[in-house]
């Protein structure tokens, strides 16, 4: 007769993750699975899952705790039958990129990339897509932190094609 | 802890695009391609993913600006100036605008469709190519046009009044820069309430028979035209087939009674008869006291297509609706700032005939469907002058392409 005693057998297997400045993350699978790069790593490899450590080298320990809590929370929205009410999941967007600086959040968008998860790097390209909304020329290169590398009669050109889209915008 | 710079002026050129293309209005997007040279060259010099963009209101011409006509933009909530010596002139008139494109006609046979953004334009067939038009004389000064009545009599038009009062709107299936430039356009005759099309290319309009009275107005949807009528009735017309005749199968409706204008808008998966009530108001002007129609309220229905019906329609919910001399647009508030959800905007686009006689203001404003009230356009210019009234106000698009 099967024992329901054998706790082992629910327990859920972890991965290790290990960011780039060489911190540790115990992940449980189905989590560490939502990333393609983790999960292509196993691919044909499936023995070794639990001994080996996966090395996410665009990703950094800062970002790593608000990535997994992304992760978890959406796999459970996804999950749950009924569907939660929309209110829900955006509250828990709005909080996730509350206090979130346009450094960090382009940060996170280059570790979404990496992790190549469609609906994370869906959620935070969205999201400055949203801070640079009628904002000015100045302010979107400020907000990517990017040089201005049109030479003055460039940039002239450029604007007068479409004068009507660059005046009377928010600076900040 | 160690923090890692990561150097974001590297981003990939897929990520730069990435985030483009989660960029919904146009002027956000020019904004972006002028940041640096590799933001420029990582997107398209022309986007293609935009959704419909709210509508800019083409203010009527001011003789202060000869050659830049205004168009209020309620999203930045400013007026922008564009040179466009094409539109900006006393004897043009605005015969619709479909999809960012405008029609113009002018004291000449000639329909141009022209895009104020890219100042494209392209000529329609002539006015002297619809079929009830007998011929066409520069040297009959003063009835240069031969028409043709539904019972074969003969009777003459001048320039002017072909411009003004031959064509009520023209619409277009889609945009003349997209999909290959395959549109199909349609026109409303005033003289016999025909329809007349034509696709992009042909040398003639031809008359959608089995169509005559469903002048009120028409919307392209899916591939076909909807056409309604002073009651309500619906034809729906395929003219998509090359060489074929026109074909046309008509929604017939209980009639719908009440209401001046009938207007139609594809909203979502809905069609929806937006009715107009027009009140005679007495104007006070100094020296000349005169009679105005204006908009006193709308009525909003949708077709039960099962039961062959229009249902009274209480809320637009999220929608806010454009109409007017333009192809009756459906957007959703929530997408523009400083939009109203539940409201029509509506422009004026029946006392153009007798402008010169017209005094104040024309006819426009944002009628709230929950509440019934009516404000005034954000943007119209206070104190009109007569001289500010020609062309009336349109809503137009800003498209690229």
């Not at chain 2, 930045?76 to 960012?100: D, I, M, T, Y």
């Amino acid at each position: 007769m099967a024992s329901s005693s054998s706790s082992s057998s629910t327990q859920v297997k972890k991965i290790t993750l290990k960011a780039a400045d060489g911190k540790h993350f115990e992940v449980e699978e189905p989590v560490a699975m939502e990333m393609e790069t983790v999960k292509s790593f196993f691919v044909g490899n499936e023995d070794a899952m639990k001994d080996m450590v996966v090395p996410l080298l665009n990703v950094s320990s800062e970002h790593m705790p608000a990535i997994l809590d992304f992760y978890r929370n959406h796999s459970e929205f996804r999950k749950r039958t009924p569907p939660p009410p929309a209110e829900e999941v955006k509250a828990f967007n709005e909080a996730f990129l509350e206090n979130k600086s346009d450094e960090q959040l382009m940060e996170m968008i280059m570790a979404a990339n990496f992790l190549n998860t469609k609906e994370l790097l869906n959620f935070l390209t969205e999201a400055a897509a949203n801070r640079i909304k009628n904002k000015s020329v100045e302010y979107v290169r400020a907000f990517f932190g990017i040089e201005n590398d049109f030479t003055p009669e460039e940039e002239a050109r450029i604007r007068a094609e479409n004068e009507w889209a660059f005046d009377g915008l928010d600076e900040d | 802890m160690e923090v890692i710079a990561v150097d974001w002026t590297e981003l990939p050129p897929e990520l730069i695009q990435t985030i483009t293309e989660r960029l919904t209005i146009y002027s956000d997007y020019l904004r972006f391609q002028a940041t640096c040279r590799r933001f420029r060259s990582s997107v398209p010099k022309s986007p293609s993913h935009l959704p419909p963009q709210l509508p800019w209101l083409m203010l009527p011409q001011s003789q202060s600006h000869q050659s830049r006509q205004a168009f209020f933009d309620l999203y930045a909530n400013r007026v922008h100036f564009l040179h466009l010596p094409e539109a900006s002139n006393h004897c043009k008139r605005n015969c619709g605008s479909s999809h960012g494109w405008l029609v113009i006609l002018d004291e000449t046979p000639y329909v141009i469709l022209l895009n104020p953004l890219t100042r494209a334009k392209i000529h329609l067939p002539p006015l002297f190519t619809f079929p009830n038009v007998v011929s066409f004389n520069y040297f009959e000064v003063g009835r240069e046009y031969t028409l043709s009545s539904l019972g074969g009599d003969r009777f003459y038009r001048n320039l002017r009044q072909m411009r003004d009062s031959f064509i009520k709107k023209i619409v277009l299936s889609s945009s003349p820069g997209k999909d290959g430039g395959n549109f199909i356009a349609v026109a409303i005759l005033n003289q016999t309430g025909d329809l007349a099309y034509c696709r992009n290319g042909d040398l003639g309009w031809s008359i959608i028979e089995g169509a005559r009275s469903y002048c009120e107005d028409v919307i392209y949807n899916n591939g076909l035209f909807y056409a309604v009528d002073k009651g309500g009735a619906v034809a729906v017309c395929d003219v998509s087939g090359v060489g074929d005749l026109a074909r046309v199968s008509v929604i017939q409706t209980p009639m719908q009674l009440g209401g001046d204008m009938q207007y139609l808008v594809s909203s979502g998966d809905e069609l929806l008869l937006v009715t107009r009530f027009l009140g005679l108001e007495f104007g006070f002007e100094p020296d000349q006291p005169h009679l105005i129609y204006r908009t006193i309220r709308f009525e909003v229905f949708r077709l039960d297509w099962n039961g062959m019906q229009w249902e009274r329609v209480r809320s637009l919910g999220d929608k806010v609706l454009f109409i007017g001399e333009n192809l009756s647009l459906s957007l959703s508030a929530s997408d523009f700032p400083r939009c109203v959800s539940d409201s029509i905007y509506y422009t004026d686009d029946y006392s153009e005939g007798n402008y010169d006689d017209v005094f104040g203001e024309h006819d426009s404003g944002i009628f709230s469907l929950c509440s019934g009230s009516i404000e005034p356009l954000p943007c119209y210019p206070q104190n009109l002058h007569c001289r500010l009234q020609w062309p009336p106000p349109i809503w137009v698009t800003p498209n690229p392409c």
